[in-house]
Nanobody, 123 residues
């Protein structure tokens, strides 16, 4: 398993942008990786995922066209560029890695998790 640490959360006004980073210890080029989020009182949900090759991505409908997931396997880092942020994007964002799927879309497929970073979007 890889160890994951998120960076880049914070407070931003609606319409603004943030870029989250997730650094992995060890080599994660063979893992599919994803971003999840959990808002207060809600279940954790998948935001976006990217295959180990970087060639395929998946986005939740709520963020499609506004968020972009990417990865740099040489740096063992993945990113989530978030544009046109909305108050409903407010949540703790988690990065996760899966060694069991080419592009994991189910939470149960992920076996490594970061501790999360808070993103707050003010109206």
């Amino acid at each position: 398993q890889v160890q994951l640490v998120e960076f880049g959360g914070g407070l931003v006004q609606a319409g603004g942008s943030l870029r989250l980073s997730c650094a992995a210890s060890g080599t994660f080029s063979s893992y599919s990786v994803g971003w999840f989020r959990q808002a207060p009182g809600k279940e954790r949900e998948l935001v976006a995922t990217i295959a180990w090759s970087g060639g395929d991505t998946y986005y939740a409908d709520s963020v499609k066209g506004r968020f972009t997931i990417s990865r740099d396997n040489a740096k063992n880092t993945m990113y989530l560029q978030m544009n046109r942020l909305k108050p409903e994007d407010t949540a703790v964002y988690y990065c996760a890695a899966s060694s069991s799927a080419y592009m994991a879309t189910l939470e149960g497929h992920y076996n490594s998790w970061g501790r999360g970073t808070q993103v707050t979007v003010s109206s």
